[in-house]
Nanobody, 125 residues
């Protein structure tokens, strides 16, 4: 059974930083495409970043470029999202997702097959 468990969310002031974790079980993160998404109340789900296991590359959405960094610790089977210079507009529930060989979905930040339960990030002004 594939499980993705996010953690690290919380309340932070604008300009602050958070590091989200996505601990995986049932899969090896280095064999899967792993992505971060977020969804704010009343807004559509937004792709933040995705690392392709086949290509070895990471794609970032416009809102993440220059501020967020996706990294992987294969020994811990965990994927991280380092978020710096946070803004109130970053307030959302953040989800990690995974799929084996998602092909273009990862590069295009489209939804993947497996999902975690999400972690809330709130940025105060």
């Amino acid at each position: 059974e594939v499980q993705l468990v996010e953690s690290g969310g919380g309340l932070v002031q604008a300009g602050g930083s958070l590091r989200l974790s996505c601990a995986a079980s049932g899969i090896n993160v280095d064999d899967y495409d792993i992505a971060w998404f977020r969804q704010a109340p009343g807004k559509e789900r937004e792709g933040i970043a995705c690392v392709s296991s086949e290509e070895g590359t990471t794609s970032y959405g416009d809102s993440a470029k220059g501020r967020f960094t996706l990294s992987t610790d294969n020994a811990k089977n965990t994927v991280y999202l380092q978020m710096n210079n946070l803004k109130p507009d970053d307030t959302a529930v953040y989800y990690c997702a995974a799929e084996a060989d998602s092909r273009a979905a990862c590069a295009l930040l489209l939804p993947l097959h497996y999902w975690g339960q999400g972690t809330q990030v709130t940025v105060s002004s």
